[in-house]
């Protein structure tokens, strides 16, 4: 019986003609490296065939490609090669794709230095800074906010008052007719303003700390029936001849102005009077006013016109009218 043996039938793999074809040049692996700036243990994987411990295929074939070129190989003949090793690997040990994988995982994590992740938080704070301060800059440089909660535009009263009130930036100072007003901690502000019949403009100022400015306008029409003068003035001269009252005349001539008037130890008014207003008020024992414009606030005391309470530009605090104030006639003096 005729005995047969086989005999192993061995081409060259593409491991063994790049380095063939490398040692045939003259270059060493570390020439070739520095030359292709490919990783020196990538090309010696290569060339033993060792194709666990490379990255991904698609690197891989990279790397081939450029080495096959440098070489003068033909790429795709050292590519088909290489897939053809790669399937069979692939093929035999179907897991091992899945372990490479994890592996690269690991290792790109392992990639990322405490060094790179301390600049990435240096430049990451530096945006931040830099978004910030624009944003800081743009709120600060821009005038206040200003909302007028009342009046409304156009609104009309029977009344020769109405109460202004809105609200502001905190620190923002507010004006109302060039008049300062009060402003909370909060940014509100709430001022009653003595009106004449028809209509009456206000004008509402915000001012920032930068000088900054916001104004809303607002007309305001006052309206008093035919029949309400006649009314009020009944009502006063009976409350005359009950109580034997104290009565002070305000007026305004120029410009807005703040006072506030006590009657008998009770604040029955503070807030702004407007060009050409006044407002008529009565005591049984004592009136008390206080005014920012002193030169501007000008007064008539039970009939007798006192003039203005100061000087221009002078405040006035406190300043007492009581049924024992000697007034002088100005008509025997004269």
Request: net charge positive.
């Amino acid at each position: 019986m005729t005995s047969f043996s086989s005999k192993k039938i061995q081409g060259e793999t593409f491991g063994e003609i790049l380095k063939k074809k490398r040692k045939s040049m003259g270059y060493t692996l570390k020439q070739v490296s520095h030359r292709l700036k490919i990783n020196f243990g990538y090309l010696k994987a290569l060339e033993a065939e060792s194709l666990q411990g490379l990255p991904p295929p698609v690197y891989v074939r990279g790397f081939l490609k450029h080495y096959a070129r440098f070489l003068g190989l033909p790429e795709e003949t050292i590519l088909r090669y290489y897939r053809t090793e790669r399937n069979i690997l692939d093929n035999l040990h179907p897991e091992a794709n899945l372990v490479y994988q994890s592996k690269i995982k690991r290792v790109s994590l392992l990639n990322i230095s405490p060094k790179a992740v301390k600049l990435g938080f240096i430049a990451l704070g530096i945006v931040m800074f830099f978004i910030y301060l624009g944003w800081e800059l743009s709120g600060f440089s821009a005038p206040p906010s200003l909302k007028i909660i009342s009046p409304q535009e156009n609104e009309k009263v029977t009344t020769d008052s109405v109460v202004v009130a809105g609200e502001s930036e905190k620190e923002a100072e507010v004006f109302i007719n060039g008049q300062p007003v009060f402003v909370d901690q909060e940014g509100n502000f709430r001022e009653q303003i003595i009106l004449n019949a028809g209509v009456n403009p206000i004008e509402i100022l915000a001012r920032n700390k930068i000088g900054r400015e916001r104004r809303v306008a607002r007309n305001v029409l006052v309206y008093l029936p035919a029949n309400v003068g006649a009314v009020m003035d009944a009502v006063k001269e009976n409350k005359e001849e009950k109580l034997q009252e104290l009565s002070l005349l305000v007026k305004i001539k120029e410009g807005a102005t703040w006072i506030s008037v006590d009657t008998d130890g009770t604040n029955v008014f503070q807030g702004t009077m407007l060009p050409e207003t006044s407002r008529e008020f009565k005591a049984r024992d004592k009136i008390t006013i206080t005014s920012g414009r002193a030169g501007n606030t000008y007064i008539v005391f039970n009939g007798q016109d006192l003039g203005s309470l100061g000087e221009d530009g002078d405040v006035v605090r406190n300043v007492e009218f009581t049924k024992d104030l000697k007034v002088p006639d100005k008509t025997q003096s004269n």
